[in-house]
């Protein structure tokens, strides 16, 4: 006769089905806080992928190492950088803080100099009119390209082209005409991260050397070859800019790949960190598992002494009881899993980010917890299947 069966273990969880719901929930909430936050994580870091892929993967940009070093980046190096092996285009880069006025409404923003290559270097996708063109350049034109929030701010919607709007530059406001709507490259993290990044605006970067007064450049925008774009490339490319310059370590390379790199190794080690400590709610939980069997154990005396004077093994009576540990951890965990994935489907729908599920994660919890289960129940389904029937039946 085999106790140990499935139906058996159900009836045998019933019986105690308050104190079987309070291991369930304690498993479940162990499992739901490892894989929600191994879940953040996942999300995370497909986050950083998309965002990090959107704003152009493959750009550098060369700039000098200290504010106050005399190297110069000028027309003639874009030109000798754009040739170096591993590079495929390179374009002169100017940056300035800046703050928009639109409808007497000030907005705070980032205001970059960019030539025609701006599309394929940094990735600015246009959803109205038109980008910055080499006619723009070349008659250093009071246009300008702005992100689709300044627009949404302002005017309450993302079509603005032939506006006038007012940027700060050097010190003093300049009217531009809006001839497009960009996409910013970085509208993920603008929507988990607002007040913190600045809205972009783009205008050509002869007209804010103009402004400026500078004929250098801040920096240049490098587009890298997508097969080689590594941290190798990175370093021989320093080496061959500051060789170009006769500037001994003046230049630095900022190269996104890298910066990607960090980040999402920053975003693993905080997430592994939060797991390991969300861990020690799966072995609180092993610890309620085991206190409620051996209760269970201690009340079914009398079961297991029949069971034992029937004819069932020692070895059946530990099967019943471990199978029974197991089934509850399971039962906990799939709980914990199923509330986690729901919790984070939502979290990534109310904040407009695709939904990542941590399949890792998620078996490794769900693994881990069974594990746990079995081994926190093997000693209470050892005292019962130690028990001498006599004994058993006189309890």
């Given at each position: ?108 923003c980032y205001a970059w100099g960019v030539d025609e290559d701006a599309k394929d270097i940094i990735s600015i996708e ?205 039962l906990g965990s799939a709980a914990g899993v199923v509330l986690a994935l729901l919790c984070c489907f939502v979290g ?48």
């Amino acid at each position: 006769m085999n106790y140990g069966n499935l139906s058996g273990i159900f009836k045998s969880i019933k019986r105690g089905k308050g104190r079987s719901l309070l291991t369930l929930c304690s498993v479940m909430v162990g499992v739901f806080a490892v894989v929600v936050i191994s879940g953040i994580g996942s999300v995370g870091s497909a986050q950083i992928n998309s965002t990090m892929v959107t704003m152009g993967i493959n750009s550098a940009m060369v700039q000098t190492a200290d504010k106050d070093s005399t190297v110069s980046l000028t027309r003639e190096d874009v030109t000798a950088f754009g040739r170096l092996q591993g590079v495929d285009k390179a374009m002169p880069l100017m940056s300035a803080m800046s703050q928009s006025v639109i409808l007497e409404e000030y907005v705070n923003c980032y205001a970059w100099g960019v030539d025609e290559d701006a599309k394929d270097i940094i990735s600015i996708e246009p959803i109205h009119g038109r980008l910055i063109d080499d006619h723009d350049v070349e008659n250093r034109s009071f246009v300008c390209v702005i992100d689709e929030e300044i627009a949404k701010k302002t005017y309450g919607r993302s079509n603005i082209v032939g506006k006038k709007i007012k940027l700060l530059l050097n010190g003093s406001y300049y009217e531009f005409e809006t001839v497009g709507i960009a996409k910013s490259g970085i509208t993920g993290l603008q929507s988990m991260m607002a007040g913190i990044i600045p809205d972009f605006a783009y205008i050509p970067y002869t007209t804010m050397q103009d402004i400026t007064g500078k004929s250098s450049f801040d920096k240049i925008a490098l587009l890298l070859d997508s097969k080689s774009a590594d941290e190798d490339l990175t370093e021989t490319l320093t080496e061959q800019v500051n060789s170009i310059k006769d500037s001994g370590s003046s230049l630095v390379i900022n190269n996104f790949q890298s910066q990607k790199g960090q980040l999402t190794d920053i975003l693993s080690v905080i997430t592994t960190v939060l797991s390991l400590i969300a861990g020690i709610s799966l072995i609180v939980s092993g610890i309620t598992v085991m206190t409620t069997m051996l209760v269970s154990v201690g009340e079914r005396k009398r079961e297991i002494g029949i069971k034992k004077s029937i004819g069932a093994r020692s070895s059946d009576i530990m099967w019943e009881f471990l199978s029974e540990s197991v089934l509850l951890t399971a039962l906990g965990s799939a709980a914990g899993v199923v509330l986690a994935l729901l919790c984070c489907f939502v979290g990534c729908g109310v904040l407009s980010v695709p939904f990542v599920v941590p399949v890792k994660a998620v078996c490794m919890a769900f693994g881990i917890s069974v594990v746990m289960g079995a081994v926190f129940g093997a000693y209470p389904a050892g005292k019962a299947a130690g028990m001498k029937p006599i004994e058993a039946l006189r309890s």
